[in-house]
């Protein structure tokens, strides 16, 4: 006989209920106890994502806190969105709970996904919770708004145009790189690992100024830079890790030349052929993250 | 070091192309390597679920096969679309596979989803692989279009309204405990545990005519009666999975006395006060499947 969970008293609609209580979201149109959640979709279109988080492969609950993960979990998605040149309006959120999750963990995951969602005035407006055998899973699909701009995808860069860059990069992996090493200290790194703070206005702003081509920095600079159809030439001094890292869901953005926003700055420029070259030098090819590597377990 | 999983040597990239060549979907207005789907959403609106399904939980991949669970994840959130009075247009599914995971698996799940979806015009836009530390699981979200009808909610049924059931209950609950007592034959009962067939035209049809109230049968029938705001009072005789097995996705429907349409017929009737009676008895308030109980496994 499995042991009873902590949570388990409260049954699914309790614990939903406790849940929605703590994202204390303004009411969807729908219910909280409906089957869908119904969303207003001005723009006549949709932008939708979604992404998995797995304890053991993308966080450790002894390295971030349960509020971390909530934060990581909505901003991964969040920053999707925002990469295609859309507003994150929602989130829909499936958490796999181990049976000995302590109410303070769900709690915890609840409160971060919140204020994560409150930075962009998202909301989270329907989920699942179902038992893990396992480790915690969290499950996060956003939707978001055009507002009647056309969608930035990766396709679309041009011979010319100049790459911007809105937000960070490397900072995560080396946040990750601390604690996997177990060095004290940088707690800005390590917040940066904790929770990543996309430039979720980057994208909207760019696509009103007229950008070609953008993606989220999730896999590292080299190795989404050469998911462009064209090539860039990067120039000045980076780390590797500004190079590799993934995780700071910066955004790489092909505009024509001249174009400017203030959330972004000049990194290169687009070529005709392929590859991604830093400083002139082709860039290794085998660089960037792989998620089947293992991960910070 | 971690014993290289056989679809790792694809990459993320490359597992994604496979699927995404297996799902054989019409492309998504952003292709399959942008970070979200943009989807139309000619109503102004968007109805969206999501739902977890976890191998030891939900299912056995000895008494389902892939193409059965793929099948299975798909129903389960396509029919929370059709409940709430909408026609299904996407799904965005995330999978986390364990590391001996088959190609024959995957392509297995892939065909599943895409097959289902196809019953009802959708197809998978989006989605996320990550590897999986226990094991396979699928976080589904489901997206549909309301084609100008007032969406069909939990609230809303008034006292005097008759109470229309579409589809089959009790069907998937008898076949799952066939294969718990290792029981041969009854293969339509099995079958309705591994593949349910959802009413997903009964939903738009009843808000079209005028319905008050619905809601997906996924707990049970008495579990799920009982959700409603006035209660309801059965007639007929019901074997005991008819009224607490659930999985099957039939439709619990609140209508106008009188209405009517071809996909679902008559089982109660709405009363002030609360409370489910059937044949004139209250039912015993603990019927019902509770999703934290152990499942098949």
Redesign the interface.
Known sequence: ??RR?PW?EL??FGLIGRVVDRLAAPPP???P????????????????????L?????FRLDWSSPLDVGHRAAAANL???A??G?VPT?L?????LPPDTTLEVIDGLADGLRDECSLVGAAV???????????L?L?V????D?QGRA?L???GARPGDELLLAGRTGWAAAGLALLQHRLDGFSELVGAHRRPRPPYAAGPQLATAGAHAA??V?DGLLADAG?EVVAAAGHGALLDWELTGGDDHALLVAVPAGVRVPAARLIGRVQAGSGVFVDGHPAAPTAGH???R??P?
């Open positions: 006989m499995a969970p388990a049954g699914e149109p729908a219910g106890g409906d089957d869908a959640a119904v969303l207003d979709a001005p723009d006549g279109r949709v932008v939708a994502s979604t992404d998995l797995a304890e053991g492969v993308h920053a999707d969105i990469a295609m859309a929602a829909l959120v499936g958490v796999a407006v329907g989920g699942d919770t179902i038992r893990s055998v396992a480790g899973l499950a699909t956003a939707l978001g055009l969608p995808t990766r396709a993606i989220d999730s998911q792989d998620h089947f293992p991960g377990g």
